[in-house]
């Protein structure tokens, strides 16, 4: 089992910067990518950004070039900076972790609500 906690969700102005921190315990030596995901209201649950163990990434379009997914070994812990914040960048964030395909971990959410 692995155990997911986010934080450092808020409410942020047009244009401000936010650092999402997923904290993980449990059997992560067995998680082969970590994600974020993000959903507003009335919307599906959309992939944001991806890390794998080996540290390759990959972002959805509407967010490349201004988030930026990292992993700190050493602390369990994954990162999500989101610079240039847009309003429709509002929902709630979710990490998650993949073991394989069969089995995904999820956190319980942080808000994160973009608005002047």
């Known amino acids: 089992q692995v155990q997911l906690v986010e934080s450092g969700g808020g409410l942020v102005q047009p244009g401000g910067s936010l650092r999402l921190s997923c904290a993980a315990s449990?059997?992560?030596?067995?998680?082969?990518?970590w994600n974020w995901y993000r959903q507003a209201p009335g919307k599906q649950r959309d992939l944001v950004a991806t890390?794998?163990?080996?540290?390759?990434?990959n972002y959805a379009d509407s967010v490349k070039g201004r988030f930026t997914i990292s992993r700190d070994r050493a602390k369990n812990t994954v990162y999500l900076q989101m610079n240039s914040l847009k309003p429709e960048d509002t929902a709630v964030y979710y990490c998650?972790?993949?073991?394989?395909?069969?089995?995904?971990?999820w956190g319980q959410g942080t808000q994160v609500t973009v608005s002047s």
């Open positions: 998650s972790a993949d073991r394989d395909v069969y089995t995904r971990y």
């Open positions: 449990g059997r992560t030596f067995s998680i082969n990518a």
């Open positions: 890390i794998t163990s080996g540290g390759s990434t």
